[in-house]
Structure formats: C-alpha cells, structure tokens
C-alpha cells in the first residue's frame, strides 16, 4: 500500500526499500494475497472528494466572514482541484501498479500453497488471537520462510507495519507464543521500512 497508492501517499521509506530490493542488495518475497487485498482498501482510505470538500466548505465559511479574500479562495480551489485530478489519475493507474509491483526487480511474489494453508488451519489452535487475513499472511510467512531455510537461505527479516503481526506489544515485550514461532522459523520481525528497529542481535540467530 506505502508503495502503490496516490502519489502524495506513498511513503518514501517504502520506496526506498523497494529500490534496495532492485539494487540487488536484498530480495523481497511478498505473498501474493498481499497485492491482492491491496486495491480496496487504497480505493476507500485515499479518494480525495471528502477532503477537499472540507476545505471548499471552509472556504465558503471564510469568504463569507472575509476571513480570506478573493486571491486566497481561487488559489485554493485550483490546488483542489488539481489534487483531485492527480488522485484520480493515480486511481485509474492503481492495478497497473499492483501488476508491475509483482515483477519489479528483486521481487518474489508467491501464491498461497495447500502447505501454507494447512499452516494456517494448525494457527487456529495456537491462541494467536489474529483475524483470519493476517493468520493467513503469517502461515505464509513461516512456510516460505522454512522453504527458503532448506535453499540454503541463512538470514531472513519480515518488515511488519501492522502490529498484530509483529513479534512485541505495545510495551515492547516479546509476545509469545507468537515470537516463538519466528524464532522457530529463524526469522527477525522489523517494524520499519529501513529495517532498524528493533535492533538485531549481532549474534542473531544464535545469539
């Protein structure tokens, strides 16, 4: 989502981690229901209409009490307008987007295999407390993670945003049984784009 919504949306970091990723300096292996699940809720958290609505219904308001003056409300409603113009185009671009997301260079996706969806059932005992969406991603997570383990795959990071999936609560303590299973997997879970924090044993993962 940091990486395909409207332009003033995107989070540079995001970009940037996508540009080390076709730098060849890591690869990215993204689920592929990840892209998917994607498009709706970049459609409904980031059309522009009811914000600029606001602002005009202000601009009513503020002209009417002479709190701006003609100069000042025409400016402001030619930049409106031309926020809407360029969300609306990115909109219209959104699945272009998503398709060239999937084949950027040093990008893996991959789809949801029977192993990973029998993961995702066996989760279902393990007292996660996690919606079925992010049960699923994270069944994907430990078995691609397990497969890559046997490729000879030695060092493997997940860039978490959401915080029910990442592996600390709010007060920083390792949320168990769910760090377990990351550790398990051999897997060290960041909570930033720049994958800095939390900071990484030096001697992970034998440390």
């Known amino acids: 989502m940091a990486c395909a919504a409207s332009a003033h949306h995107k989070i540079p970091a995001a970009l940037e981690f996508l540009n080390r990723a076709a ?10 229901i990840s892209i998917s699940e994607t498009r709706r809720p970049i459609f409904e958290r980031f ?6 609505d606001r602002v005009r219904q202000f601009l009513l308001w503020a002209r009417d009490n002479k709190f701006v003056d003609a100069n000042d409300e025409e400016a402001a409603r030619r930049v409106l307008d031309q926020m809407e113009g360029r969300v609306t185009a990115d909109l219209e671009k959104l699945d272009e987007e998503l398709e060239n997301l999937k084949v950027a260079n040093g990008v893996q996706t991959f789809n949801l295999s ?5 993961r995702c059932a066996a989760l279902s005992h393990a007292k996660l407390d996690l919606q079925p969406f992010d049960q699923a991603i994270l069944a994907a997570i430990l078995v691609r993670a397990e497969e890559l383990l046997a490729e000879g795959v030695d060092q493997m990071d997940f860039c978490e945003l959401d915080s029910h999936l990442q592996s600390w609560d709010k007060d920083s303590r390792p949320k ?8 398990r997997a051999r897997i060290w879970v960041y909570g930033d784009f720049l994958l800095q924090a939390p900071d990484k044993p030096e001697r992970w993962p034998s440390a």
């Open 176 to 183: 168990k049984p769910l760090t377990e299973l990351y550790d």
């Open 23 to 32: 730098s060849g300096e890591l690869k990215l292996y993204l689920p592929t």
């Open 114 to 118: 029977q192993p990973m969806l029998e």
């Open 47 to 52: 059309q522009s209409r009811n914000e600029a």
